[in-house]
């Protein structure tokens, strides 16, 4: 069976975690400042959601990282061998204060997050919708989009799979290089709440 994880619990991480709540989706929860500090989110959203340490999550099968963008490097220090698993990228990144897209020198920011998880399967996710639109029940009037991009067309396909899961309609863009442009902060597709229909 495979095992979920969110690295992070800020609004992002708890929008996500919400999701798998609602569908009784076990998914392990981690943040810097240990379990115990997750408790009361753990309480509030339901016993699918399992706090954990940080190494623990950091073995699951699929990892979803909401954190924020410059503290992913020290979020996954220490993680043990990628292996093939699966990042999902749920970051954005964001020149603050100005809160304007950074300057990459042209790289698309999943390709940087990807460099920090070496020998992992990397999926961009989750990241265009604000953390109250993601927290809405994905199957009002519709099913709300989220767009996938990754470089390995197996783990778009389980990242799709798992987005379907939670209530989504998910849409693969295709590679990083394309579809992450377009899905990371200042892209075409950053803020756009859509709706599949039927």
Known sequence: MTTYAIL???AIG????????RKGIEVLL?????PETLAGLAHDLGPSIVPVSVRDALAADIVILAVPYDAVRDAVHG???????????ATNAIDFPAFTPRD????????????????ARVVKAFNTLPAAVLAKDPQDNGRRVLFVSGDDDGANTEVAGLIERLGY???TLGRI??????????????????????
């Open 79 to 89: 993680a043990p061998a990628w292996n093939g698993r699966i990042v999902v990228d």
């Open 30 to 34: 981690a943040n810097s400042r240990g």
């Open 169 to 171: 309609a998910p849409i």
């Open 177 to 198: 290089a394309d579809g992450g442009r377009l899905q990371q902060f200042g892209g075409a597709l950053m803020v756009h709440s859509l709706i599949k229909q039927g």
């Open 14 to 21: 708890a929008a996500v975690a919400g999701q798998f709540a």
């Open 8 to 10: 992070g619990s800020g």
């Open 104 to 119: 990459l020198a042209g790289r698309p920011s999943t390709h940087i997050v990807a460099e920090a998880v070496p020998g």
